[in-house]
Nanobody, 120 residues
Framework: QVQLVESGGGLVQPGGSLRLSCVAS????????MNWYRQAPGNKRESVAV???????NYADSVKGRFTISRDNAKNTVYLQMNNLKPEDTAVYYC??????????????WGQGTQVTVSS
């Protein structure tokens, strides 16, 4: 139903900034909660930010105050602005679209990820 493509990753020095983009096709993102996850080698995939259909936003404690998630429904795109990047932010960042269904089921769609490397 939904295809997601991330872009904007790269190599940046500590304290630098990057903006990730996630372009969706196949469905309007307005009906989904949109998430950014990340996964470093050897680690579990973790949620870093979510913006719900009603506009509510939550961040992981590790990125709060540094990252900003936003959506542009007209462009069917979600963004993650990352400022004051730290080496521990190094990971593959994934875009996720999620919609809950009756009886505990849910729709879950994932992009293929974009690499972010923070190193001096």
């Amino acid at each position: 139903q939904v295809q997601l493509v991330e872009s904007g990753g790269g190599l940046v020095q500590p304290g630098g900034s990057l903006r990730l983009s996630c372009v969706a096709s196949g469905s309007a993102i307005s009906i989904f909660a949109m998430n950014w996850y990340r996964q470093a080698p050897g680690n579990k995939r973790e949620s870093v930010a979510v913006i719900s259909s009603d506009g509510s936003i939550n961040y992981a404690d590790s990125v709060k105050g540094r990252f900003t998630i936003s959506r542009d429904n007209a462009k069917n795109t979600v963004y993650l602005q990352m400022n004051n990047l730290k080496p521990e932010d190094t990971a593959v960042y994934y875009c996720n679209a999620r919609r809950y269904r009756p009886w505990g089921d849910r729709d879950d769609y994932w992009g293929q990820g974009t690499q972010v490397t923070v190193s001096s």
